[in-house]
């Protein structure tokens, strides 16, 4: 059994900069880690991942130069460094994790097998 616990959102301006972490109970070697979010009225939505290698990030369109994701395997985290924050980026924000044999497509939620109960992020313009 896998635990998730996100922390670090909160409410910042425009062009602003969060850093989420995600701190991993359980046994997550070998897992494929993944951040999505959900705003109010839509699906929740890809934003990035990272193999357990830790070599290999995946991004979405929509952050991809602004956030960057990161794992730390000996303290079993994972963090997303969101920069140039704006309005579309306000929602809420989910931790994930699967076994990297399940995840073989990370912009794929139905893969993961745990989720946290999510961080909100609020970008004021």
């Known amino acids: 059994q896998v635990q998730l616990v996100e922390s670090g959102g909160g409410l910042v301006q425009a062009g602003g900069s969060l850093r989420l972490s995600c701190a991993a109970s359980g046994r997550t070697f070998s897992y494929a880690m993944g951040w999505f979010r959900q705003a109010p009225g839509k699906e929740r939505e890809f934003v990035a991942a990272i193999r357990w290698s830790g070599g290999i990030a995946y991004y979405s369109d929509s952050v991809k130069g602004r956030f960057t994701i990161s794992r730390d395997n000996a303290k079993n985290t994972v963090s997303l460094q969101m920069n140039s924050l704006n309005s579309e980026d306000t929602a809420m924000y989910y931790c994930?994790?699967?076994?990297?044999?399940?995840?073989?497509?990370?912009?794929?939620?139905?893969?993961?097998?745990?989720w946290g109960q999510g961080t909100q992020v609020t970008v004021s313009s």
């Open positions: 994930a994790a699967g076994p990297s044999v399940r995840v073989t497509i990370v912009r794929d939620r139905t893969l993961y097998s745990y």
